[in-house]
């Protein structure tokens, strides 16, 4: 490379102007800002993403259909199914956020995730095709054909793997394209953001509106093969895009995990040790740092007390260490809306296919289809938020964002609450319209009343999302140290997971708690016999309770730079 060297003094070669600090591009040398990164990079991965949700909704969307239909399962034991597959593919971003930050980078990771993805997807529709004698069986002795089960569960969970590894990657991928020191660059950013919600909420409506119609009228296998070579398409456009590619430069430093367990490791270690609180505090760290979890300042003392030679942790360790414990009251709290979400995959679409949905004469709508109003309405509202509630609110807290983000995650989850009061409250009337005309004893019978009797409910959980999903999206983003911001996008994602494996947790103490001995529970394989509606009750009541919760935690919550409490 020729050496531009200043013209004269105090005069910058408009190429060294040029250059983007920090960054190289795909062969390891540097890169000029004209000719890389920004939109024109991020183009090419916000595509990737989309094609990503509208692959993994194709799939998750119309789920129980085929776990209750081809496959044969109880209602109860498809939802389980389904919520215990869900809760690891929410889990398992935390896993590929690791693998990315530690070992492989994101761009690396993305495209083994994309490999894998295709090649789960592929199996999963082969799987489908696989002879098998068992048929709709809603009856007293349900077939589960072996090979074509063992092998649709592996591809299944090839599928959750893959996003694992896809999903937190793309989108910190698709930020570093973005200079933040360089204010142009800086407004784009907050613009990606933005797009890419967009794109969260694209995908998955127009997967849900198109394959779960191909899944239920015309073929299983059509339905997941689609998002098959939707994926290798948009892998291809994504490798397109790498002569395009910022990428950071990798800074030869303790991984993050391991800094922060060594300070866990370490002040556990010395638990016995007793340290004076002037010697804590004394030109260590900040009163409020030194005061909060004080069992972790032990990390910053030899097992012996002292500190003669210098403390085992650093300071910026332990304080680091601390910012992630402080998140965890508010990660927990947070677990209630986890468990309501779940149910928009599993009963709800239940719900749905018991009901009238026609529409004219001879078009039936599949029962998940109405899962796409919750991204329809999050596509919606995030306008109207931004543009008229935002404005509203500033004008009375002089916030910039017109509410914090723990507002933001509390009203989300005041709103799911709600949602569940209607869903019960409906549930109830297709109940009494069941009975009345005599269809209690028919699992199979359409009740007449119309499936836009459920849309409530979808719309609600959308307005939920725009409130709490991105609210917890930006808070644990935001809060947590600057180099594991991607570990925060996964820490959020983890919530949905955990929320599903509760979900299943409390189907089945539901289950053992109101059947057997030959009764119909709450949770029945007729769901004219069950009683759903209590069931949606019940967690009308767990998500109050977390409410509560998350209310106290929140008003204790210091945020980093900020003012105290929501």
Known sequence: ???????????????????????????????LRSKSGCWRSAYFIIGVEVAERFAYYGVSS???????????????????????WSGTASLLPLVGAFIADAFLGRYLTVIIASLLYILALAMLALSTLIPSDCVNAIDDSPCSP?????????????????????????QAFGADQFDSDNSEELKSKSSFFNWWYFGLCAGPTVGIFVLSYIQDNLSWGLGFGIPCVIMGFALIV?????????????????????????????????RTITISVEEEASGRMHHQDSQEFRFLNKALFSPSGSNEEGPVCSIDEVVEAKAVLRLIPIWVSCLGYGIVFAQTSTFFTKQGATMDRSIGSTFEIPPATLQSFIGLSVIILIPIYDTILVP??????????????????????????????????????????????????????????????????????????????????????????????????????????????????TISIVEKMTGGNGRDGWISDNMNQGHIDYFYYLLAGISAGAFVMFIYVAKAYVYNGLRRGM
Not at 410 to 427: K, L, P, Q, W, Y
């Open 146 to 170: 072996k090979i074509q089960v063992v092998i649709f569960f592996i591809s299944l969970y090839l599928v959750a793997f893959a996003q694992g590894g896809h999903k937190p990657c793309v």
């Open 1 to 31: 490379m020729e050496d531009h060297n200043d013209t004269g003094a105090g005069v910058e070669s408009p190429l060294l102007n040029n250059l983007v600090n920090g960054v190289v591009d795909y062969k390891g040398r540097p890169v």
């Open 62 to 84: 119309n789920l129980i259909t085929y776990l209750t239909g081809p496959l044969g399962q109880s209602t109860a034991t498809a939802a389980e199914n389904v919520n215990v």
């Open 238 to 270: 994504f490798l397109f895009g790498t002569t395009t590619y910022r990428f950071h430069e990798k800074i030869e430093e303790i991984n993050a995990f391991a800094r922060i367990s060594r300070v866990f490791v370490t002040a556990a270690h010395n």
């Open 392 to 505: 509203l609110t500033r004008a009375i807290t002089n916030f910039p964002s017109g509410i914090t983000m723990l507002q933001r995650i509390g009203t989300g989850i005041f709103i799911s609450t709600i949602s569940m009061i209607v869903a019960a409250i409906v549930e109830t009337k297709r109940l009494n319209i069941a009975r009345e005309y005599g269809l209690s004893d028919d699992p199979n019978a359409m009740v007449p009343m119309k499936i836009w009797w459920l849309l409530p409910q979808y719309l609600l959980t959308g307005a939920g999302d725009v409130f709490t999903m991105v609210g917890m999206q930006e808070f644990f983003y935001d809060q947590m140290p600057s180099d594991l911001k991607s570990i925060g996008l996964a820490l959020y994602l983890s919530v949905l997971g955990i929320g599903s494996f509760l979900s299943s947790f």
